[in-house]
């Protein structure tokens, strides 16, 4: 039953998907490239899923692609350089969260790097072996890493092939936080929270923009950013809306002020 290989469990407009394959350490086969790639587009188009939390059974997020299966072993014929998961997930407009409960390895790290931020658990480790298993990679690592943490330490893992723990990885700016294992989908989901508060209009052309702005140049960007400002202020800004949203915004500053 490939339904088995993906789960997806709902907390109001937040959809915790969950790569459902522990005992291949949720390895990326290709029915589980092609069911998760099925859901992302199913959720992307479902007005009712507001974020989306990404995360694996058991003590990996992934592993990357099923080596066994590479190797000939299950006798299922690879599929290497298929882009239609990293197009799927490429074309969610919700934003995404990877809740990295464990291993992230080379494709599974890819998985990781196409969400828009990473969450972890203190038994996270990161590593990036394609340089070792012999495979170039074809889902955007050798483009995100080096922009997310700098391209000498993305270097350095990439050529090397070497793990990153989380609290490394938190300090070089790949994952916003580590949290204790019991707390990371609560968190999370806590964070789901607080992105599906805001208005979703001005929520959504924020990070269009972002993620516009980030395959640009700054002056690019810049344009970007000026043009859907100016698209944005004449369709959706109105002075009572703003007085409404100002003192929500107070009130909740308060709160979190304490």
């Not at 974020?51 to 290497?80: C, M, N, Y």
């Not at 640009?216 to 202020?233: F, P, Q």
Request: glycine share 8%; proline share 4%.
């Amino acid at each position: 039953m490939t339904d088995s290989l993906v789960l997806i469990e709902r907390h109001d407009a937040i959809a915790v998907v969950t790569l459902n394959r522990p005992e291949a350490l949720n390895a990326l086969s290709s029915a589980l490239r092609s069911r998760l790639g099925e859901t992302f587009a199913e959720l992307s188009t479902d007005r009712g899923t507001e974020v989306i939390i990404l995360t694996g059974a058991g003590r990996a997020f992934s592993v990357g692609l099923d080596l066994k299966e590479l190797g000939g072993e299950t006798g299922t014929r690879p599929r290497l350089g298929s882009t239609e998961l990293s197009n799927a997930l490429a074309a969610t407009p919700q934003p995404i969260i990877a809740a990295v409960n464990g291993y992230a390895i080379t494709g599974g790290f890819e998985l990781a790097l196409m969400c828009d931020f990473i969450i972890a658990a203190p038994e996270a480790r990161f590593a990036d072996t394609h340089a070792r298993v012999g495979v170039v990679p074809g889902w955007g690592l050798s483009q995100r890493l080096p922009r997310l943490i700098g391209i000498n330490r993305a270097k350095e893992l990439s050529l090397t092939g070497n793990y990153l723990d989380a609290e490394t990885a938190c300090a070089w700016g790949l994952v916003n936080r580590v949290v204790p294992a019991a707390e990371l989908l609560p968190t999370c989901i806590s964070l789901a929270q607080d992105i599906a508060s805001t208005d979703r209009p001005t929520r959504d052309e924020i990070k269009r923009i972002m993620d516009s702005g980030w395959q640009a140049t700054l002056a690019e960007g810049l344009a970007i950013e000026g043009a859907a400002s100016r698209a944005h202020a004449k369709a959706e800004v109105r002075p009572e809306k703003v007085a409404e949203r100002r003192a929500a915004v107070q009130a909740r500053g308060r709160q979190q002020s304490g």
